[in-house]
């Protein structure tokens, strides 16, 4: 029995408040319940001597969004998007140079598309293509003369 009136107890000063701030402390208990919290605010990375390594957003503690990310020279090193801190878009990579090093399609985290693969001076290599992280077909070479 005394359990039963210590449980209604409880719930006094709830019952005792006006409507107004019942309506308010249940459209709280549901906004809490229902709406996740998501911080996300631009996030600049630095090498140890002050030169950026990497911009972009960082969401709930993860890389999300646009990235990019810098050679120590300065040079533009990769940039693509991120989903839920996974790579999820066209990925271009760059040598040193600054040229065209690889272009990679991901989904999920997975390679998935065409990948080509560049020499310094920006002539293609290779080309390769994948679905879900996995070579489909013929991997084309070619020649640099």
Request: charge should be positive; hydrophobic fraction near 35%.
């Amino acid at each position: 029995m005394i359990n039963t009136i210590n449980s209604i107890n409880r719930y006094k000063p709830f019952q005792q408040a006006n409507n107004s701030n019942k309506i308010f402390y249940i459209i709280s208990l549901i906004l809490l319940y229902n709406v996740k919290i998501v911080f996300s605010q631009e996030a600049i990375f630095y090498f140890k001597d002050s030169v950026v390594s990497s911009i972009g957003v960082i969401k709930n503690g993860k890389p999300d969004g646009y990235w990019k990310n810098y050679h120590p020279n300065g040079n533009l090193k990769s940039e693509g998007n991120r989903l839920n801190f996974l790579l999820d878009s066209t990925w271009m990579f760059y040598h040193e140079n600054g040229k065209i090093n690889k272009i990679i399609n991901y989904k999920k985290d997975l390679k998935n598309g065409t990948f080509e693969l560049y020499n310094p001076n920006e002539v293609l290599l290779k080309k390769i293509n994948y679905i879900a992280g996995v070579r489909e077909g013929e991997t084309e070479i070619f020649q640099v003369f």
